[in-house]
Nanobody, 116 residues
């Protein structure tokens, strides 16, 4: 099993930045990709970014940057030029080599609130 814990959310003014962290523990050797998603109340979960756990390209949507520190088993999401529409809960997730793209592990989420 893999455990994921997000941190770094909070309140920020529009135009500001935040960096979210996702710390992985447990059987991290079983991670293939790490991803960030977000979900607003009453809406479907939305893809934000993905990064290979062992190396390779990443994919990011919009103004955000994803990175990882394998020594710390942590993935980051740098969010710049935040606006009130970015006020949602952010989740990190992990898949496995057996089923790439099937997100089997999820964190509990971290709230980001952007004030106007």
């Amino acid at each position: 099993q893999v455990q994921l814990v997000e941190s770094g959310g909070g309140l920020v003014q529009a135009g500001g930045s935040l960096r979210l962290s996702c710390a992985a523990s447990g059987r991290t050797a079983g991670i293939y990709n790490m991803g960030w998603f977000r979900q607003a109340p009453g809406k479907e979960r939305e893809f934000v970014a993905i990064i290979s756990w062992s190396g390779g390209p990443d994919s990011v949507k919009g103004r955000f940057t994803i990175s990882r520190d394998n020594a710390k088993n942590t993935v980051y999401l740098q969010m710049d030029s935040l606006n009130p529409e970015d006020t949602v809960v952010y989740y990190c997730a992990a898949d496995s080599p057996r089923q790439p793209g099937t997100w089997v592990y999820w964190g509990q989420g971290t709230q980001v609130t952007v004030s106007s």
